[in-house]
Each structure stands twice: as structure tokens, then as C-alpha cells.
């Protein structure tokens, strides 16, 4: 009797013993830093031992900053790209390697999938020494197969240092999106296709009916997923870039204006501005992803 | 194998946690506690004062030093964190001259460096040292670095080929006369007279620097818009831009040295430290460079500029200050080390009584036997001074954002109202830096109407 | 079964873009590889590999610096995160996914919304924080903050909550306590999210190059990405030893990828699909 009334005592209280791990550590080290920044983002800092309260004034100097304008412009670019190129990519290749009669698929999928194992810093390195001009091997490549100039100034030509970025990012992420798309294409019932096909349905009709509802949860969670991994960019370019932002500002990302305000010049209370909105933004194109997207209505958490 | 529960991943991860964890443990060398410690972000500063600082321990007995290669982005941001926190910083540290505007941020008492402006004005080193050098690490008249180097800019050209093309460096004077001679070699897309960037300020700068222009002024007020800065600009453009072009730029400094080797490129900007780059990437040019003073803007004008720089700092934290005084003097002024640190590294020291050792005078085989040293040397008085400012980083992203736009309008419109357009933009630049400057709480800039 | 000839071409042009993709994909690491056998003066000379090999960028990264140090700290550094996380984040995964508490629904919701928050945000007062709390300088600055990982916990909810309620019951009429059913029933079977979450999170902290840029000041302690870092030299890049470097910043994550593939594949997706 006793032993009973123990195991329904520690069913009741087990939930709680389990995530207190997460409470306590989520309280220290996440809901602290949390206030903690709304409050800097109030001041003006010089390291940790100078604030003067400016109130509101961070953000209203923000609005008129030119250079958080350019910050807010490429991250956004960068966020479309990935977006509207990467995962179009992504999703094709994952079409492609499903096909049944597809010989060498296990090759393939480790050959799309690779590049995602190498970090940034580490792709941002390699890429850096590729993009050079007249002996990096883009511009050889370029040259060899194209005709083109092989001066071409990747990572100095301000109109050039996005599309370097945007193509980086696509080496890097499409195979790893790919994943999810190939699991997502597996888990679609068969027979729907072959009632499809007994309706008449052409390739095209089978793939809105059959594949797009299909695949959507995880279309959904891949896009909301992409969507705040773009707009976090900062290690790649800022790599790439020699740690700086590029010529003419043109890799200049939101959180790298963060971190430049904050860890370079010493403003602190700057880049909190700066990263809660960035972090609100953020909250917002996710949740308006989530809703025309449809995602919470099977939501039953 | 029995199996593992949990699957081989979760095993392989307990199997590296061990086996990591005790290397780890194995060669856990406790950080060998020094007098004093010394931080450099250069790698061939790095390796001559490890080979200078036994005999600085040998002449104090009981004192250990320890000097340690930190990257330099991390300098900046780890000197930065160590100065607010409770960190120990280094005693001793060398800070790049572009970054050294951001440690003045604050109110003049935060400071972490030590203030040095009596102990260098006492010994007698005012004098005795280039004093424009002083003026990138003064904040409000005190001095908080010790300058290493003077960083004169010249030339160094693929004379060879040059010659071949019937140029003669030494017939040249001027800007006008190396733009006659540039435009006879220049091939766009080929080859090009001279290294210059059209979207960074690297090579724009040195040419504001020559005019006697600067970002800002000794008082910090932000000056690029001013005539010089505008007349430096309207000169600058055309040679990046439009059909008339004589310069480019490919990026690193490695790929540039590439590309003279290959002739793509003839002439490269030179401050000194530039010149062991060259030796030491591209050994196969020996003997087929030159050095040549930068052309003047008009005859008889002063013919160098300067590109770069370090400072030497005392932490306010530190607990031996005279120790560390005694190590700079030690590191800075022994003419003899000097000697043979120029020998490694090319740079001459702004110490002037310094030059007149031999291997200053000693003739280079790899710079078809020109005195490199001398050559530095006799300009290094004329280097023109670059006024600090906690916002000289924001002020040369700004110029150069006005440089892309003026190279844009040009290579749209040519000189049809790009004088007129160029104002308009630098002004807007420097705009933006007033703004930012008349930001900061603790501090205006004197004479400021905020 | 003969094809038509238009299916055979169409089935052609599937290989063809999938080739060129899958070069487009390995000539960059193709190059990393061939550039480490290269010398400086070779490097920029030939495309790819040189007609000598050499190993001195290599010997050069052993001798510049204590590179077998520095790959052991990044080893232990992650695999400790690893550990630390998979138990944290899959326990408080368990308990949102087969217990009903008061509080859950507020831990969820705090749980989705803190992933939206870029966590450069909160950089400057974690900063200040781990400096009062004296993990500055220290490997604990690195693991302690990143301890639970609130995306494994979501990952280990959504593949728990398909562990049949009937397993866990059975462990109760038993006489397991609930850590027991955590430890020896829920666990063993869920092996594909386990590995897939250990080779996500060991990625995370390998390649992690920020904050421990700012934490870590002692070289002693250095990881690889920011060992590679000190090796971008302001006056020369020597592009070789840094290849040599990379390739082998690398290695160590691909040998753990090919042995977890399977696992890794299966439950990456688990997490998605079923979400």
C-alpha cells in the first residue's frame, strides 16, 4: 500500500524533477540574459562600466541609422534568396533522387549532403580562398567554361559580395534541406498517386494534389527553420569578408551589426537595440509564415 | 560487444568524452606565471621578441616574461572585455593602429591604458622619436602608446618591366608624370601601372594622407569632406574608374605579390612592413624590384605617405607599471636590437638616432641593391600624422561608401557634374559620422556646438 | 521491360543534373584537399594538385602550433556538450511529452518562442554574466551556458511522443520508478533520435567560432576554430597551413557522420515529419 501511494507521490512530482534541469538552466542563462538586454537596450554603454539612460533613444536613433538600413536591406535579400532559391533547390533535388528507377541514390544524397558538414568558419575560409580573382577557382572555372574575365572581384565588388554570399549559403544548405524534403517525399502514401493516376491526373496535377499536401508539415518547419537561420547569418560573411562587413558595407548583416556595435565599439546597449529588433522582426515574418502557410491548424501541442 | 543500450552513437560520445577528457587532463599545463605578459598580433613581431627577451630577463634577475601571438580581431575584443572586467590583461600589449581609436570611447579616466604622456616626455623621447607618430594614440593631449613604427609609404615597382616598357622610375616626380607613364603600360583586364582599390579606402587614404588630409582633426572633429578630402577624391576616381583607368586591386596581400610577379600588376603601394611580404611570397622577383618615393601631388611636394601602424601600451591594471616602462624602453629604443629586428622585418623604427646603424644603410640584392633602409629612413620625418578618434573605423567604412559612389557616378556620367556630386556625397558621409559622434555621452569632440 | 526512347532521355537529363550538381557540390572540397599537398609558391601556380606533393603544411600546423592539443580540447569541449545535452534536453523531453502538469503548456510556449530570438541577442548580458559567475577563460563558459539545448528538447518530445503509452505502463506495473522507465525503457528505444541529436549537437559546438572567441583567452584552452583564426596573419595569409587546418577541422566530423549516417538520417527527420 505504501509502495503504491510512493509511486503515484513520484509520478505527480517526476515531471517536475525532470525539466527543473531546463528551469534552472533556461532561468540563468536564458530568461536573465533576456531581461537583462531589454534593459541595456535603454542605455548608451562603454563596456560594462559606463551607461548613461537614453530611454527609448536606441531605438529612435536606429530608425534614422543608415547603416542598419543597409543591414536590414541585405539580411532581408539574403533571407529571400535562401528562400526562394535554396529551398525550390532543395526540394527538386529530393524530387529527382526519389525516383524509384534512380541507380546510385546513396551516393548522391552523401554527395548533396556533405558540404553541411563543414562549418561556417570553416566553409568561410575555404570560400574566401576560392572567390579570389585571377587564381581563386570560381573565377578559373568561370573563365575555363564561360569565356569570362577571371579578375572578377567576388568579395571587393560591392555588387558581387551578395551573390558570393547567396551562392556559399546554397552550397552549404541546399543538400541539408534536401534531407528533410527526401524523408518528407518518403513518408507520402503510394496508393494516392495511383488513384491520382487512375483519375487522369498528369505528373504536374499528381505533384499539387498528391506531393504538396503531403510534404507540407515538414515544407512548413523547413521553411520557418531557413527563415530564422537567414536572418541569424553572420559567421559566413563575416569570415568571408576578412572580418568586416565587405566593401561598401554590402555583407553587413543584422547580427553582424550587432556584434560590431556591441563587441567592437563597445555599445552594448546599441546592440541589444539592435537584436531585439532583429528578434521581434523575426517573431513576426514566422508567425505570419506559420499562419498563411496553415501550420497551426493540425497544431495540438 | 555486448551491446550499449543506447545506440552507437550515444557510445562513440562516452568513448571520445573519456578519451579527450583524459588527454586533456594528461597535458594540462598550468599557465607558467610570468612577471610581466606580453600580447603582439603580429607574427614577425611575435618571433623577434622571443628572440630579444632573454636578455631582458638576464639583466633583471628574478623577472620572467612571457609574450604571446593573439590574433588581431581577437586583441581588439579581448582587450576590450578584459579592460571592463575582471580579467587578467596583459601587462604589456600591441595594438594595431586602427583599432586603437576604439579603446578612447569612454570618459578619459576609463581609459586601460596607462597614461605614458609624462614618463615619455621626461625621458627625453619626445624628442628624440618621430612625433607624428604619437598623434594616433592621443586622446585630450594625454599620450597612451608608444609608437613601433613609422610606416613610411613608397612605391615598390616590377622595375624590370618597367624598363622594358622605357619607363625610368627615377625620371619620376609627380603624380601627373607617373599617370603619363601609367597610361603607356596600362592594358584593363591585363595589366595595370598601380594597386587600387575602388570600394575600400586602403590606397584612397594614402593619397589624403599625402594632401595633408585626414578623417579627423587633433581636436576629433571629423574633417574628410573638407577640400583636401573633396580635391583627393576628384584625383582618386578617375584613376579606378572610366575608360582611363590605370589601377585595380585583387584583395589579399598575398594574391596582389601574385599578381606582380605575374605582371598583372607593376606597381604596388609600400609601406615598409609591405616590403618583407614581397621578399617572402614572391622570392623570385629578387633583384627585378625597386623602391621609388611616392610621386609628389606638384613639384617639389613631400613624396610619401603613411599606411598602417602599431602602438605599444601599458595596462592601467598591470602591477609592475616601471617593469613594463623598463620592457618598452628595452623593446623600443636598444638601437642594436632595432638593427636586427629591422633586419627581419623590414620596418624602420621611429627611434631617428636608430637609422644611423649600418643595416639600415646596407644595400638590398632583391631590391636591385636600393638602401632600403636609407630609403625609408630619409623620408620618415615627412610622415604626415593621423589624428585618433573612437570613430575612426566608422569614418573610413563612410569615405569608402562615398568612393563606391563616386566611382558608380563616374563610371556612369564621367567628370559630367562629378565634381558637384562628389561634395554632395562626401559631405553625407561625414554627416553620418557627426551624427554618431555627437552620440556619445562622454565626450564632445572641443569646439563642437553640441 | 524496353523503356521509350523519351523516357531514356528524360531519365538521362535526371543523371546529368544530378552530376553536375554532385561536382558543383565536391570540387570545392576537392581543391581543400588537393591545396594541403601543395607548397605556397605551388599553391596559386596550378589548379588543383601540383606535380610534387608535400607535407609541409602539414608539419608547419604540428610545429606552429599545438594543433593535437587543440583538436583534443574541441574534442572534449563537444563531446561534453553532447553528453550534457542529450541528458538534460531528452529528460525534459520525456516529461513534456508523457506527463500532464500544471505549468507545461506555459514551458512549451516559452520554449517555442525563446528559438525564435537569435541568440546574439542575448551575447552582451551572458557576457557579463559568465564574467561574474568566474567562468571567463574557461571551458565551463562554453558547456554550463548551452547545457540544455531547447531544440533537442522539442526534437526529443516530438519522437518520444510516439513511444506507446502501453511500454511505459507495463515498466510502472513492474515497479520501475519513472526515472527507471526514462533510463531503461524510453531511452533504449529512442536510438534514432538519440543519434541523430548527438551528431546535431556535436556539429553545434564543433563549429561554434564566436563565442568562444570572446570566452576563451588562454591558448591553452583554444578550439579549433579559433586556432584556425590566429593563423589569418594580418601580413600574409599562409593559405596552405590554414587548408591543411581546415581539412583537418573537418575530418573528425565526417568520420563521426559516415559511422552515425543511418541513425543521424532517420532521426533528423523523425523530428520534422511527425512534427
Known amino acids: 500500500m505504501r509502495e503504491a501511494s510512493f509511486h503515484r507521490l513520484q509520478h505527480r512530482y517526476a515531471p517536475y524533477l525532470f525539466v527543473s534541469p531546463f528551469i534552472i538552466l533556461f532561468s540563468v542563462f536564458g530568461v536573465y540574459p533576456i531581461f537583462k538586454s531589454l534593459l541595456l537596450s535603454l542605455y548608451i554603454t562603454n563596456g560594462p562600466s559606463d551607461h548613461v539612460f537614453v530611454g527609448l533613444g536606441n531605438f529612435k536613433f536606429l530608425l534614422g541609422d543608415p547603416d542598419f538600413h543597409t543591414a536590414v536591406k541585405n539580411t532581408v535579400i539574403f533571407a529571400l534568396c535562401s528562400v526562394f532559391l535554396q529551398l525550390p533547390l532543395s526540394l527538386g533535388l529530393a524530387i529527382l533522387l526519389s525516383q524509384k528507377w534512380l541507380k546510385g541514390r546513396e551516393f548522391f544524397r552523401l554527395a548533396f549532403f556533405a558540404p553541411q558538414l563543414v562549418g561556417q568558419a570553416f566553409v568561410a575560409v575555404l570560400f574566401g580562398v576560392l572567390f579570389v580573382p585571377k587564381f581563386g577557382i570560381v573565377n578559373q572555372a568561370l573563365a575555363a567554361v564561360f569565356g569570362m574575365p577571371d579578375d572578377t572581384k567576388w568579395l571587393q565588388n560591392p555588387s558581387l559580395v551578395m551573390p558570393a554570399l547567396v551562392f556559399t549559403s546554397l552550397w552549404m544548405y541546399v543538400g541539408f534541406n534536401m534531407i528533410y524534403f527526401l524523408a518528407a517525399l ?25 506531393t504538396v499536401p503531403g510534404i507540407r508539415p515538414v515544407a512548413v518547419f523547413v521553411l520557418v527553420t531557413a527563415t530564422i537561420g537567414s536572418f541569424q547569418l553572420f559567421e559566413l560573411p563575416y569570415i568571408l569578408l576578412n572580418n568586416s562587413a565587405g566593401p561598401n558595407k554590402s555583407g553587413l548583416t543584422l547580427v553582424m551589426y550587432l556584434f560590431q556595435t556591441g563587441f567592437v565599439s563597445g555599445d552594448l546597449g546599441y546592440a541589444s537595440a539592435v537584436g531585439w529588433t532583429l528578434a521581434i522582426g523575426v517573431l513576426v515574418i514566422s508567425l505570419f509564415q506559420m499562419r498563411i502557410t496553415g501550420a497551426w491548424k493540425g497544431d495540438n501541442a | 560487444m555486448p551491446t550499449f543500450p543506447y545506440g552507437k552513437a550515444a557510445f562513440s560520445f562516452v568513448i571520445l568524452a573519456l578519451v579527450s577528457g583524459l588527454f586533456v587532463t594528461l597535458h594540462r599545463v598550468e599557465p607558467r606565471k610570468t612577471t610581466l605578459t606580453m600580447w603582439t598580433f603580429a607574427d614577425t613581431h611575435y618571433e623577434s621578441y622571443r628572440k630579444a627577451l632573454p636578455a631582458f630577463e638576464a639583466a633583471h634577475p628574478g623577472v620572467t616574461v612571457k609574450v604571446e601571438h593573439v590574433n588581431i580581431q581577437a586583441v581588439t575584443s579581448r582587450l576590450q572585455a578584459a579592460f571592463h572586467a575582471n580579467l587578467n590583461v596583459p601587462d604589456v600589449v600591441e595594438v594595431e593602429i586602427g583599432s586603437a581609436g576604439s579603446f578612447f570611447r569612454g570618459p578619459l579616466e576609463h581609459v586601460g591604458f596607462l597614461d605614458l604622456t609624462d614618463r615619455i616626455k621626461k625621458s627625453g623621447l619626445w624628442e628624440r622619436m618621430v612625433q607624428s607618430r604619437f598623434a594616433t594614440y592621443t586622446m585630450q593631449g594625454h599620450i597612451f602608446g608608444l609608437p613601433h613604427d613609422v610606416h613610411p609609404v613608397v612605391l615598390a615597382c616590377r622595375r624590370d618591366l618597367l624598363e622594358k616598357a622605357g619607363i625610368d622610375i627615377n625620371s619620376i616626380e609627380t603624380w601627373d608624370d607617373f599617370i603619363k607613364a601609367a597610361r603607356k603600360v596600362t592594358i584593363p583586364g591585363k595589366q595595370y601601372m598601380l594597386e587600387l582599390s575602388d570600394s575600400g579606402t586602403d590606397n584612397l587614404e594614402v593619397m589624403l594622407f599625402q594632401r595633408g588630409g585626414g578623417y579627423f582633426d587633433p581636436e576629433g572633429r571629423c574633417i574628410f569632406d573638407n577640400e583636401i578630402g573633396l580635391q583627393t577624391m576628384l584625383f582618386y576616381v578617375p584613376l579606378v574608374a572610366g575608360k582611363d583607368k590605370i589601377g585595380s586591386t585583387l584583395g589579399s596581400n598575398q594574391i596582389l605579390t601574385q599578381a606582380v610577379e605575374q605582371g598583372y600588376m607593376l606597381c604596388l603601394f609600400a609601406p615598409d612592413w609591405r616590403t618583407k611580404s614581397m621578399e617572402r611570397d614572391i622570392p623570385r622577383m629578387s633583384g627585378n624590384m625597386a623602391l621609388m618615393p611616392l610621386p609628389a601631388v606638384s613639384k617639389g611636394g613631400i613624396r610619401t605617405s603613411t599606411w598602417g601602424g602599431t602602438m605599444l601600451g601599458i595596462a592601467k591594471k598591470t602591477t609592475h607599471p ?18 636586427n629586428r629591422f633586419k627581419d622585418t623590414n620596418i624602420i623604427p621611429p627611434l631617428k638616432e636608430a637609422w644611423n646603424e649600418p643595416a639600415f644603410k646596407e644595400p638590398r640584392p632583391y631590391w636591385s641593391n636600393q638602401p632600403l633602409g636609407a630609403v625609408y629612413a630619409k623620408l620618415a620625418p615627412q610622415v604626415p600624422p593621423q589624428y585618433s578618434s573612437p570613430y575612426v573605423v566608422t569614418a573610413k567604412a563612410k569615405f569608402g561608401e562615398a568612393l563606391v559612389s563616386c566611382v558608380q557616378y563616374y563610371n556612369a556620367n564621367g567628370a559630367n557634374g562629378f565634381e558637384d556630386y562628389a561634395r554632395k556625397r562626401i559631405k553625407q558621409s561625414a554627416d553620418e559620422v557627426r551624427r554618431l559622434v555627437a552620440r556619445n555621452p562622454y565626450h564632445k569632440p572641443q569646439g563642437s556646438e553640441n | 521491360m524496353s523503356k521509350s526512347p523519351a523516357v531514356r532521355l528524360g531519365r538521362g537529363f535526371v543523371y546529368l543534373i544530378l552530376a553536375v550538381g554532385a561536382i558543383l557540390t565536391l570540387v570545392p572540397l576537392v581543391w581543400l584537399v588537393a591545396s594541403t599537398t601543395k607548397s605556397n609558391d605551388d599553391m596559386f601556380h596550378y589548379t588543383f594538385f601540383a606535380p610534387h606533393f608535400t607535407a609541409v603544411n602539414f608539419t608547419s600546423l604540428f610545429t606552429k602550433m599545438p594543433f593535437v592539443n587543440y583538436i583534443m580540447n574541441s574534442l572534449f569541449v563537444a563531446s561534453t556538450t553532447v553528453l550534457v545535452q542529450l541528458f538534460f534536453s531528452s529528460l525534459a523531453g520525456f516529461a513534456l511529452a508523457k506527463y500532464e502538469f500544471k505549468g507545461k503548456r506555459v514551458i512549451i510556449v516559452i520554449m517555442l518562442s525563446t528559438m525564435l530570438i537569435p541568440g546574439q541577442v542575448l551575447m552582451a548580458p551572458l557576457y557579463e554574466l559568465i564574467n561574474h559567475l ?11 551556458p548551452g547545457a540544455v539545448s531547447v531544440f533537442g528538447i522539442f526534437l526529443f518530445r516530438q519522437s518520444i511522443m510516439q513511444v506507446p503509452n502501453e511500454l511505459l505502463q507495463a ?105
Open chain 1, 186 to 210: 518518403q513518408g507520402v502514401d503510394t496508393e494516392l498517386y495511383e488513384a491520382a493516376k487512375v483519375d487522369g491526373a498528369n505528373s504536374w496535377q499528381q505533384f499539387l494534389a498528391v
Open chain 2, 322 to 339: 616601471d617593469l613594463a616602462w623598463e620592457l618598452a624602453q628595452y623593446l623600443y629604443l636598444n638601437t642594436a636590437d632595432l638593427a
Open chain 3, 134 to 144: 568566474g567562468m571567463m577563460d574557461s571551458w565551463s563558459g562554453l558547456i554550463v
Open chain 3, 171 to 275: 515498466g510502472r506495473i513492474d515497479g520501475c520508478s519513472e526515472f527507471r522507465i526514462y533510463w531503461d525503457i524510453v531511452m533504449p528505444v529512442s536510438r534514432p533520435m538519440i543519434g541523430a541529436f548527438c551528431l546535431i549537437s556535436f556539429m553545434g559546438s564543433w563549429n561554434s567560432f564566436l563565442w568562444p572567441q570572446i570566452i576563451l583567452h588562454n591558448r591553452t584552452l583554444y578550439t579549433l576554430p579559433v586556432a584556425l583564426n590566429q593563423l589569418r596573419d594580418l601580413y600574409s595569409n599562409q593559405y596552405g597551413t590554414l587548408m591543411a587546418g581546415t581539412l583537418l577541422s573537418i575530418l573528425p566530423v565526417v568520420i563521426l557522420f559516415l559511422l552515425l549516417q543511418k541513425e543521424f538520417v532517420a532521426g533528423l527527420t523523425a523530428g520534422a515529419v511527425k512534427g
